[in-house]
């Protein structure tokens, strides 16, 4: 402090830095409540919405990315069995085919039935489609009915369609005597959404045909060597392929 000698009285000089103004008359926590009392602008909430929007988003689609990806597996796994199921079936029932062998089988003649053990592979059209059938006698018999009798059954593997127009493939199994074959509900399904069914029959040359009658000269009284399955099951806009070869276990040769 310094003094000034005027006329008129003596005044006191005190600088700037003595003098303190308070720049607020509210305590900082009175400041901070005032803040928030005062809410989140429009902006802020749009943006807080856009980000819970894309969040939200992103789950739910990871979430029907899993669930198409694992009833896509279920129906592959599905379809896959069932053909899986239906080839081994078919190569059972072949592995154990029944022949007649020379000179206990003889040719037909006119008027004589047919052998019962014959081996018939035959392509049918339908509706555009071909309808392949195989009929042969095997050890591979299974009893539906209460009595389970064993003994060597003919079998039949035949196509269907159904209501909608789709191919399901069945499987006759009789004992002796054998019936006249036709379709009969109580034929067990094998397989639902064939697309395709096909046999081919190799002879001992190595020539393959798609149909057979071993009751025929033209293929020699005899029976194939191998035969080739191929079944095509659909499942919406997939195709399971699923083929297998057979060498028989019992053979009738060509005549001469």
Same mark, same amino acid.
């Given at each position: 402090?310094?003094?000034?000698?005027?006329?008129?009285?003596?005044f006191?000089?005190f600088p700037?830095?003595?003098?303190?103004f308070?720049? &607020? %008359?509210?305590?900082?926590s009175?400041?901070?409540?005032?803040?928030a009392?005062? !809410?989140? @602008?429009? /902006?802020?909430?749009l #943006?807080?919405?856009f980000?819970?929007?894309?969040?939200?988003t992103?789950v739910l689609?990871?979430?029907?990315?899993?669930? &198409? %990806?694992?009833?896509v597996l279920?129906a592959?796994?599905?379809v896959?069995?069932? !053909?899986? @199921?239906? /080839?081994n079936r078919? #190569?059972?029932?072949l592995?154990n085919?029944f022949?007649?062998?020379?000179?206990i089988y003889?040719?037909?003649v006119?008027? &004589?039935?047919?052998?019962?053990?014959?081996?018939?592979?035959?392509v049918?059209?339908f !509706?555009?489609?071909r /309808?392949?059938?195989l009929?042969f006698?095997?050890?591979?018999?299974?009893?539906?009915?209460?009595?389970r009798?064993?003994?060597?059954?003919?079998?039949?593997?035949?196509?269907?369609t159904?209501?909608?127009g789709r191919?399901?493939l069945?499987?006759?199994?009789? /004992?002796?005597?054998?019936?006249?074959f036709?379709?009969?509900s109580?034929d067990p399904?094998?397989?639902?959404?064939v697309k395709?069914?096909?046999f081919?029959?190799?002879?001992?040359e190595g020539?393959?045909?798609?149909e057979?009658?071993?009751?025929?000269?033209?293929?020699?009284?005899?029976?194939?060597v191998?035969?080739?399955?191929r079944l095509?099951?659909a499942?919406?806009?997939?195709?399971?392929?699923?083929?297998?070869?057979v060498?028989?276990p019992?053979?009738?040769?060509?005549?001469?």
């Amino acid at each position: 402090m310094t003094e000034n000698r005027r006329a008129g009285g003596v005044f006191s000089a005190f600088p700037l830095s003595a003098f303190r103004f308070p720049t &607020s %008359t509210l305590p900082p926590s009175t400041v901070a409540r005032s803040r928030a009392a005062a !809410g989140f @602008t429009l /902006l802020e909430i749009l #943006v807080a919405v856009f980000i819970l929007a894309v969040v939200i988003t992103t789950v739910l689609a990871s979430f029907n990315m899993v669930f &198409s %990806t694992t009833g896509v597996l279920e129906a592959s796994a599905t379809v896959f069995e069932s !053909g899986k @199921t239906t /080839l081994n079936r078919i #190569v059972h029932d072949l592995e154990n085919v029944f022949v007649l062998d020379r000179p206990i089988y003889k040719p037909p003649v006119v008027d &004589s039935p047919p052998d019962p053990h014959r081996l018939q592979g035959s392509v049918d059209s339908f !509706g555009g489609m071909r /309808l392949a059938k195989l009929r042969f006698t095997s050890r591979a018999h299974v009893p539906l009915s209460p009595s389970r009798r064993d003994g060597i059954a003919e079998i039949v593997y035949y196509l269907q369609t159904d209501a909608a127009g789709r191919l399901r493939l069945k499987r006759a199994d009789h /004992l002796y005597p054998y019936p006249r074959f036709e379709e009969r509900s109580s034929d067990p399904t094998l397989c639902e959404n064939v697309k395709s069914l096909a046999f081919e029959f190799v002879d001992a040359e190595g020539t393959a045909m798609e149909e057979w009658d071993s009751e025929s000269a033209k293929y020699g009284y005899a029976t194939p060597v191998r035969v080739a399955v191929r079944l095509e099951v659909a499942e919406a806009d997939e195709t399971y392929v699923f083929q297998t070869t057979v060498a028989l276990p019992m053979l009738r040769r060509k005549s001469g």
